[in-house]
């Protein structure tokens, strides 16, 4: 079958890769859709990951049935699904206290193992959710991304939400801004250096945009709350200078949630933390939960995902890539299509 095959750091290649096999318990799904997401970009520009060289990646996919293993029941071909690609072992201590995004035995269907960049993959019938009929096949390719940040969201220590502010307006960032509006923050600061991202920000819900590639975006911001700082911050950029800027913006007992990944050593003012009680948290993926409220958001149009996708053949993916690690230009989400 075609698939987009990921041969090492800046290669991926359009070519045959062989059929899946349908394991017990797997299903096998006709890939419709699969979005480029920014791990993927991050293995692509050289992070280092125990994914499998030459291997098939895509982890945010969403098809039809086709087939099944005799021991898989519920499913009928044609049944429309997105794939909940973290493959967690159910037993150890923290899937058994409902974390299953911190499995110690963690797999990712597109990470170490083959993925949606291809026509057809076999996955477990549990990873399964089956779609409601006004979700397109394309809409449910970002379920995934969204589920991420709704997670993000469950991190927030500061209460009620009046303000936030979003550093990285890629889907991620733009995500962020959708759940603050409809969580009820008055305030929503976003600061990013492509101006059709900020753009698209706004005309999302953002209230103020700061193009950080001209302007100090924590001077800014700051200056919005008279200097206080906002209860909410999302870093979804992945820099040591949003990082910063994400503990900068804070007013005291205010939560910074650090979504986005990046290697680079970012430096933190703890002698500003401390006495300001600040929340500083991480983020990992998702949990089921968060995907079946993330596929409901969707559905009722209370997150809009339409004006984030590029559209692309699976052919077109080592330009995909390409384009997307060094200048993504107008493009947010791209899609993949087999
Ligand atoms: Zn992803
Ligand atoms: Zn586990």
Redesign the pocket.
Known sequence: MKSLISMGPHHVEFGDWQEPRILPGQVLIEVAAC?I????LHVYKGMPATWPVPGIRG??FAGNVIAWADDVEGFQDGDRVVVQPLVYCGGCRFCRSGQSNLCANMVLIGGEQPGGFAERVAVPGSSLFKLPQNLSLKQAALI??LA?SVHAFEQNLSGILRSAAVLGAGAQGIFAVQLARLAGAKLIAVSETLPHRLAMAQKLGATHVVNAGCEDAVEAILALTDGEGVDLVIEAAGKAVTRQGATQLLRPGGTAIFLALGAEPSPIDFMSLVPRELHLRGTQCYTDANFALAIELLANREIIVDPLITEMPLEAGAAAFEILATNPGEMIKVILEP
């Open positions: 979005g997401c920014g791990t993927d982890h945010e995934e991304t991420t």
